[in-house]
């Protein structure tokens, strides 16, 4: 939660954003998320619905509303945290059945979504890794925001050497990367995107490999 390196990165993020919205911050450790059960209700008895009752139930009317969903987790094994997956897998409810249409053909996700307000919405993925670099480690993830959301349909700010948010150490170079995660929020909130350079630049290591290392090995 407030511990987290990842959301150190993503309060930056926010503070970029206009004084005057409205900003709602929901920490999934604290919620009780079980898993789709597969039973498809949400598709045939209950549209639109999920028959399973837990806090995920707080969660779709805030989803239906926001404007703006920021999804903010570390990188866990190449791929989304259970707690994260498990609320993603949950919200097949705002999908439609797949009915055989082609993807490639309508720039999209393979299901239609059930509300067409869906599409106005904005998806930022904010993510941290161990690693030094960014490329090699984040293919499966994006890939399967690409098929949930339709290629590139999101903006994902992925941020390599994560760990260096949890040490004392490299102040100068975290506070530098900080302000220009803070840059990238105002550039989100005013023209729904961040720039390429921007982006090249939050993926860029704050630490040499060889120091990266260094610091790595002390702390295992």
Not at 127 to 141: D, I, K, N, R
Not at 185 to 210: C, D, M, R, V, W
Request: proline residues 6%; hydrophobic residues 35%.
């Amino acid at each position: 939660m407030e511990r987290s390196n990842t959301f150190q990165i993503t309060k930056s993020f926010v503070e970029g954003f206009p004084s005057d919205w409205e900003i709602e911050t929901v920490h999934l450790y604290k919620l009780n998320i079980k898993p789709c059960l597969g039973c498809f209700s949400c598709w045939t008895k209950t549209l639109g619905k999920c028959v399973i009752n837990d806090d995920m139930q707080t969660l779709y009317p805030k989803i239906a509303a926001a404007d703006i969903i920021i999804e903010s987790f570390p990188l866990y094994f190449f791929g989304i945290p259970s707690g994260a997956k498990a609320a993603t897998d949950r919200c097949l409810p705002f999908m439609m059945p797949y009915h055989g249409n082609l993807a490639k053909d309508k720039q999209a996700s393979f299901h239609e979504l059930r509300d067409n307000t869906m599409h106005n919405k904005k998806l930022v993925l904010v993510s941290t890794c161990g690693f030094v670099h960014t490329e090699p480690m984040y293919p499966a993830l994006l890939k399967q925001y690409d098929l949930i959301c339709g290629e590139r349909n999101y903006t994902a700010v992925l941020c390599p050497e994560g760990e260096i948010f949890g040490y004392d150490m490299a102040q100068r170079q975290r506070k530098a990367y900080l302000n220009d995660v803070k840059k990238a929020g105002e550039e989100f909130a005013e023209n729904g995107e961040i720039t390429p350079e921007t982006l090249q630049k939050l993926s860029k290591p704050l630490l040499s490999p060889s120091t990266f290392e260094t610091v790595t090995k002390s702390h295992w």
